[in-house]
């Protein structure tokens, strides 16, 4: 258990895998989507849309878990737990374009819609265990 | 939103499709690891061993969340959140034969440890959400 991602496990990050995020409703009881993140050296970033559940979660109770499977075998992954440090708009097109980069190939974000606000989410990881 | 698993998706527990499960840790914050899964027409039933984070976890509070994604497209999803309402080690051995049969294409589950023992538990889906 450690509170940063090991070095072995960074490659996750460079592959097409998906964070399975879960955040807290406001009842406390769990809710899990997957996301799109990369990570900056110090913190996992996610990105999504205001007034989304999980936005809306999260700017509730920054407290998420995720959990990251290696997409070239299940039985290697990360599962962190950790805490929303920032939530911003800044950043968050140019964001969301870097992942369209890393997980589709595109440039540009192609799902864009002109009423949505992308929102950019740094995640601290506090307890990281890792496997396989 | 849904409270049982849409005849459209049950496909997805004929693959080899992990459940990225959600549960609470004593402070109410989150944990996330993947688990084998099936579906018996009502519940989505899990297997893990006694003792495990996992278990504590479910046994203490029995809400829990869970993501299901396509292995053949990460954009189709079911996202359920549910409550644990059976927890048992009758069957359990028997039912984790059954996923390494499914997942590893093995007649027994090979990784059972002398000291283990292995529990199902059983969730009930109160909303179901599906993607794609």
Not at 4 to 33: C, N, W
Request: net charge positive.
């Amino acid at each position: 258990m450690s509170n940063s991602i090991p070095e072995s496990y960074r490659d996750l990050f460079q592959k097409r895998a998906f964070a399975h995020l879960a955040t807290l409703m406001p009842d406390g009881t769990p809710q899990v989507t997957p996301v799109w993140c990369d990570y900056d050296g110090t913190h996992i970033r996610i990105n999504s849309a205001k007034g989304r559940v999980k936005d809306r979660n999260m700017r509730r109770n920054p407290q998420v878990a995720l959990e990251i499977m290696d997409p070239d075998n299940p039985y290697r992954y990360l599962s962190v737990r950790g805490r929303v440090t920032e939530i911003t708009e800044t950043g968050a097109d140019t964001h969301i374009d870097s992942l369209a980069k890393k997980y589709l190939g595109q440039d540009t974000y192609p799902y864009r819609t002109a009423a949505e606000v992308r929102v950019l989410y740094k995640i601290r990881p506090d307890r990281v265990s890792s496997m396989g």
